[in-house]
């Protein structure tokens, strides 16, 4: 290439060079097998994006090959991924501020990575720490992913939906749907603050609805309880023969501000 170069700086352990080619800026780096031109990443991702928070998070050191798109900042991975190989992913990062696409070549969809940070405050904490989160634009669906991109079900292995439109967080298993209580409704902050406040803090605590029966998962504690609508009871899935007792402050417990009490359902039969 007809280019002079010119070494970036006088430490010898920078391997980066700078040069001119008709009306475009060219750069390299010798040490790294980096090319740049007017300051775009030839072939790989820049730093910028690969070291980013959010793709760390989910494809880790996974290297892409990729290709300019037409848009300023833009990449597209030149390689299908996953079992079809269909799905290409595309990377945006503009004024610092990152955004992945995953574009399926096959049904037109086309789906965003949402920040974790998005959920937090929200939701329970294992909904935002276990999963990655996937915009489905034309559903208008958030779905609940593996975190890893190199699962290998990450497509497909979908535990929750959340459906905007409708409002609601659910289940992706059509023999056993259940449904996400809402943190601030006056049945979860009931249930919550007369019995399981006693066992862990509100981001550890879920509960989900499944006809008359509530699933209350103490996730960092890895307990159920279930609560009946129609008996008003809530037993233990590790101690099927006993249910929370209503009275948690008598005899000599009284004052106590931990674990919860249980009695033989025997009691109440």
Same mark, same amino acid.
């Given at each position: 290439?007809?280019?002079?170069?010119?070494?970036?700086?006088?430490?010898?352990?920078? &391997?980066?060079?700078?040069?001119?080619?008709?009306?475009?800026?060219?750069?390299?780096?010798? /040490?790294?097998?980096? /090319?740049?031109?007017?300051?775009?990443?030839?072939?790989?991702?820049?730093?910028?994006?690969?070291?980013?928070?959010?793709?760390?998070?989910?494809?880790?050191?996974?290297?892409?090959?990729?290709?300019?798109?037409?848009?300023?900042?833009?990449?597209?991975?030149?390689?299908?991924?996953?079992?079809?190989?269909?799905?290409?992913?595309? /990377?945006?990062?503009?004024?610092?501020?990152?955004?992945?696409?995953?574009?399926?070549?096959?049904?037109?969809?086309?789906?965003?990575?949402?920040?974790?940070?998005?959920?937090?405050?929200?939701?329970?904490?294992?909904?935002?720490?276990?999963?990655?989160?996937?915009?489905?634009?034309?559903?208008? !669906?958030?779905?609940? =992913?593996?975190?890893? /991109?190199?699962?290998?079900?990450?497509?497909?292995?979908?535990?929750?939906?959340?459906?905007?439109?409708? &409002?609601? !967080?659910?289940?992706?298993?059509?023999?056993? =749907?259940?449904?996400?209580?809402? =943190?601030?409704?006056?049945?979860?902050?009931?249930?919550?603050?007369?019995?399981? !406040?006693?066992?862990?803090?509100?981001?550890?605590?879920?509960?989900?609805?499944?006809?008359?029966?509530?699933? !209350?998962?103490?996730?960092?504690? &890895?307990?159920?309880?279930?609560?009946?609508?129609?008996?008003?009871?809530?037993?233990? =899935?590790?101690?099927?023969?006993?249910?929370?007792?209503?009275?948690?402050?008598?005899?000599?417990?009284?004052?106590?501000?931990?674990?919860?009490?249980?009695?033989?359902?025997?009691?109440?039969?």
């Amino acid at each position: 290439v007809d280019c002079k170069w010119k070494k970036r700086s006088e430490n010898i352990y920078d &391997g980066w060079y700078d040069g001119q080619y008709e009306s475009n800026k060219v750069s390299i780096d010798c /040490f790294n097998g980096k /090319f740049v031109v007017n300051d775009q990443s030839v072939g790989f991702l820049p730093n910028n994006i690969t070291s980013d928070e959010l793709f760390q998070r989910v494809f880790g050191h996974h290297i892409f090959e990729v290709q300019r798109a037409e848009q300023d900042d833009t990449y597209i991975t030149k390689h299908g991924y996953h079992h079809d190989g269909k799905v290409h992913y595309e /990377f945006n990062c503009r004024n610092y501020c990152l955004r992945i696409y995953e574009r399926h070549a096959q049904t037109n969809d086309r789906f965003e990575l949402i920040p974790p940070k998005c959920f937090e405050g929200e939701l329970a904490e294992i909904f935002v720490s276990n999963y990655s989160h996937w915009w489905n634009d034309k559903t208008k !669906i958030v779905e609940f =992913r593996p975190v890893h /991109f190199q699962h290998e079900n990450f497509l497909h292995d979908i535990h929750y939906i959340l459906a905007i439109k409708k &409002g609601f !967080i659910r289940t992706n298993n059509a023999e056993n =749907r259940q449904y996400l209580i809402n =943190r601030s409704s006056s049945l979860f902050k009931t249930l919550f603050t007369k019995y399981f !406040i006693r066992l862990d803090s509100e981001p550890y605590v879920y509960m989900l609805a499944e006809n008359d029966i509530i699933n !209350i998962h103490l996730s960092r504690l &890895g307990i159920v309880f279930k609560y009946s609508l129609q008996h008003n009871t809530i037993t233990s =899935r590790e101690y099927s023969d006993m249910h929370v007792d209503d009275n948690q402050c008598f005899g000599t417990l009284t004052g106590l501000r931990s674990g919860l009490l249980l009695s033989p359902m025997a009691a109440i039969e």
